[in-house]
């Protein structure tokens, strides 16, 4: 399925045409609509559009800046030993800068391997305690990653998106409506936002264990 099947149904709601609601306004629509769907599945931890990503981390350096794909994180997990062993591997706890019982700096010196702790501040990861030698991609992040731009009515839908795919086109619908002040807005917004909560409802139920749409580039010496 494209987004051209959006941009007709769209045009059917708002009784428009490709005059009146031209592709290139449309396509702006769709892809702010997309965004807001995406920003409610991430905040509901749904893992539709997950990602795996690996970073490098080194000797004495305790930040780690966080993709710019990056909507929600899920979980870190940092290896100090020996990337190549599965064993090695222990999930970062979360913690506060801004709350910290002594000073940073004397905490990512302090702080027990076995207990890693992490704090995000100016887009960065920063880890207690830092690495004491150089290790290839031994950060490992698990987030929900925004997905691309639309840029032409023919691209195809992600696969969960096109079983929703009328949720995309009523919020498009509604955004358009909002735009222009018509008066239905506010009903067509109630329409959206009622199929979109349907599908975090479905989402939630239908994953059952964890599962990572994404990709792990070994070769890749950032940030994915």
Do not use: C
């Amino acid at each position: 399925m494209t987004l051209q099947t959006i941009f007709d149904k769209v045009r059917r709601i708002t009784n428009t045409s490709t005059a009146s609601l031209p592709d290139t306004r449309l396509l702006s629509l769709s892809n702010e609509a997309f965004l807001y769907i995406q920003r409610e599945l991430a905040q509901n931890e749904i893992e539709s559009f997950g990602a795996v990503a690996k970073t490098d981390i080194s000797s004495g350096k305790e930040n780690y800046q966080l993709p710019d794909d990056l909507l929600t994180i899920l979980r870190i997990e940092i290896n100090y030993d020996d990337v190549n062993d599965e064993s090695k591997w222990v999930k970062m706890t979360a913690t506060d800068l801004g709350n910290l019982p002594i000073e940073w700096y004397k905490l990512i010196k302090s702080q027990p391997k076995s207990k890693p702790l992490f704090d995000l501040f100016s887009n960065n990861i920063w880890t207690f305690p830092e690495p004491d030698a150089n290790r290839t991609l031994g950060l490992r992040l698990w987030y929900i990653a925004k997905q691309p731009d639309f840029t032409s009515a023919s691209d195809e839908l992600h696969p969960v998106l096109a079983n929703y795919w009328d949720i995309l086109a009523e919020g498009t619908a509604w955004l358009y409506y909002e735009e222009i002040g018509h008066p239905s807005s506010q009903r067509r917004f109630d329409i959206f936002h009622a199929k979109l909560q349907k599908m975090v409802s479905d989402l939630k139920i239908e994953v059952i264990e964890s599962t990572k749409m994404g990709y792990i580039d070994y070769f890749n010496s950032g940030w994915i």
